[in-house]
């Protein structure tokens, strides 16, 4: 696949999958073997990506994710987004605040066969942390 294909489809997991809910297009777009390394934690394969972003939408039911840049070389995107939200739902076992959240993360995803076989999240949880007043 092209970069540019590789970023219209990080577009589309942005876009459907995370803002709209569309947890279908997860078995469309990732690998079997997907794995995406979390500051916190490792989520594995499609249904594990499917759980995260249920988890989330059910923890920010106004979660929205813009995209701030997109860069490819080669089997590799680099984004940067924002996601916002107000924490209404309950998160890992954590009760919600009522607390809204900007929180700016870059993620390095690499493809393959013009699927998503990994990536990699870099955020400031500290701050994820103390906007949610989770601290």
Known sequence: ??????????????DELVNKGSLPLADEVLASNYIYHFPTHDIKGPEG?????GMMRTAFPDLHVSIDDL????ETVAARFT??????GEMMGIAPTGRQLTFPEAV????????EV?????GNMLSF???LGIS
């Open 71 to 74: 860069i490819a070389e080669g």
């Open 83 to 88: 996601m916002r939200g107000t924490f209404k």
């Open 1 to 14: 696949m092209s970069t540019e294909e590789n970023k219209a489809t990080v577009r589309r997991v942005i």
């Open 129 to 131: 942390n103390e906007q």
């Open 118 to 122: 990994e990536a990699t999240a870099y």
């Open 49 to 53: 990506f499917k759980e995260f972003i």
């Open 108 to 115: 390095f995803i690499r493809f393959e066969s013009g699927k």
